[in-house]
């Protein structure tokens, strides 16, 4: 065993010299850890700012494990060891930081993505803009998110000699290794395609209000792979990502959020027209979810003993359409019902007596 004359003249074994070295380099990372973190608290109490805890949140995890490994590499060029030791430790060492820093990456990502949210906020009526950007801010970061996690997989495989011997056998056939994999992955490929379409292209966003196989829902979250569909009775629609780009469906935002809602009653041929648009009026006048774009009464058809009333309001989005209408269809009957029973539907019988 080796020894060191610099302690008070007493010799130190090198082993212990380089614990020593390993223990100060990672206590000085805890430290700064500590140092930078207590800023960052600092400056929240003081300077109320949303980034800032975004930035606490998301990254004080990768950056207490990535200082002293950084640090710790750094000490290793001045540790003295067996050269097939030395290079046994340097690549761990390697592969955690490179793994660490593959999560500062993400945390980095979903950081900008905490700042895009809060400016662009969904809690608001006209939310064209902000739908637009989520739904891309969303493809973007899954796609980045999913590159840094292959990138990171092949610089570790890569840093063993025996995977880069196999990388190199493997060259001589991936021409036909490619052909073999595209046919493979042709419906994956072809999914990873529609979400860049769907994601520039826009036919859906995010909290679009759509109508799909029947369902009337809100787009929840947009996949790679997959679109999932919160349907207004909290069940979850889940469709391949495709769809979208194969096969019709309604979007009811997608060009603004501003809706027409609709209203059939049927009456007897006795009703009072322009009583039931004065009523309608009244209705709407008073009530918060009317835009006051829209307010008509219309005669749509004709039956043998009914007709058909039409009666169409406006509203600022679905939801609040949906409630207007159900307002106004209660309002409606009760009024007719009370003030004009005689056109409520009925069936007319014609008897008379033979002499």
């Known amino acids: 065993m080796e020894y060191i004359d610099d302690f008070f003249g007493y010799p130190i074994p090198q082993f212990v010299q380089n614990l020593i070295l390993a223990a100060a380099a990672i206590l000085f990372g805890l430290l700064l850890k500590f140092i930078l973190r207590k800023t960052f608290y600092f400056l929240a109490r003081i300077w109320p700012n949303f980034l800032i805890n975004s930035v606490i949140r998301r990254m004080n995890k990768p950056v207490a494990f990535f200082l002293p490994l950084f640090f710790l590499n750094i000490a290793l060029a001045f540790m003295v060891m067996k050269p097939y030791l030395a ?22 990502i979903k950081v900008l993505e905490d700042y895009f949210y809060h400016k662009y906020d969904l809690n608001k009526e006209d939310n064209l803009k902000e739908r637009k950007i989520r739904t891309q801010l969303q493809f973007v970061r899954k796609f980045i998110i999913s590159l840094i996690i292959l990138l990171t997989a092949s610089i570790i495989l890569l840093s063993f000699e025996s995977m880069r011997k196999i990388g190199s056998g493997l060259l001589a056939g991936v021409g036909i290794g490619g052909i073999i994999i595209g046919f493979a992955a042709q419906k994956s490929l072809g999914n990873l395609l529609a979400g860049f379409q769907i994601a520039f292209t826009q036919p859906i966003r995010i909290d679009d209000v759509l109508v799909v196989e029947g369902e009337w829902g809100r787009v929840e979250e947009i996949t790679l792979t997959y679109v999932v569909l919160n349907i207004w009775d909290q069940r979850r629609l889940i469709l391949p990502i495709t769809y979208f780009i194969e096969k019709p469906f309604q979007n009811w935002t997608r060009v603004s959020s501003e809706l027409l809602g609709t209203v059939f009653l049927y009456f007897d041929y006795t009703v009072p027209i322009p009583k039931l648009r004065e009523q309608l009026t009244m209705l ?72």
């Open 87 to 108: 290079k046994q430790i340097d690549r761990l060492l390697e592969i955690a930081l490179t793994v660490n820093f593959a999560i500062l990456l993400i945390a980095t």
């Open 284 to 355: 709407l006048s008073t009530h918060p979810l009317w835009d006051k774009r829209v307010n008509v009464v219309q005669v749509t058809d004709n039956k043998d003993t009914t007709v058909e009333v039409r009666f169409l309001m406006s509203a600022r989005n679905s939801s609040q359409a949906f409630d207007l209408r159900c307002f106004v269809r209660e309002e409606m009957i009760a009024f007719v019902r009370e003030n004009y029973p005689d056109a409520l539907p009925k069936t007319r019988l014609d008897y008379k007596a033979h002499p």
